[in-house]
């Protein structure tokens, strides 16, 4: 069974910074595709970004692409996104997700396992 821990939200006034974390845990967890979505009050889960189990590829949401930026580390089986310039916007709750299959995709659905996400909020 894979567990997902998200930790790192906050409050940032806008132009700020933070970087959220994601420590996995179970069999193959470094094999695995990783990503984060985020979900405003009133909207769907959307993508924000995604990275393959080697690290070496990325990819990310016009939205946020130039002021995030994804990582992972696999020694200690957590997986980072640094956050930049950010804005209102941006406010929402987290998620870190894991897909067992396949590279990242943009959809919910394609991810096998998710945290119980945290909250980050911009203030203006």
């Known amino acids: 069974q894979v567990q997902l821990v998200e930790s790192g939200g906050g409050l940032v006034q806008a132009g700020g910074s933070l970087r959220l974390s994601c420590a996995a845990s179970?069999?193959?967890?470094?094999?695995?595709?990783m990503a984060w979505f985020r979900q405003a009050p009133g909207k769907e889960r959307e993508f924000v970004a995604g990275i393959r189990p080697s690290g070496s590829s990325t990819a990310y949401a016009d939205s946020v692409k130039g002021r995030f930026t994804i990582s992972r580390d696999h020694a200690k089986d957590t997986v980072y996104l640094q956050m930049n310039s950010l804005k209102p916007e941006d406010t929402a709750v987290y998620y870190c997700?894991?897909?067992?299959?396949?590279?990242?995709?943009?959809?919910?659905?394609?991810?096998?396992?998710w945290g119980q996400g945290t909250q980050v909020t911009v203030s203006s």
């Open positions: 997700v894991a897909r067992i299959l396949g590279g990242y995709a943009t959809d919910a659905p394609a991810y096998d396992y």
């Open positions: 179970g069999r193959g967890i470094n094999t695995y595709t």
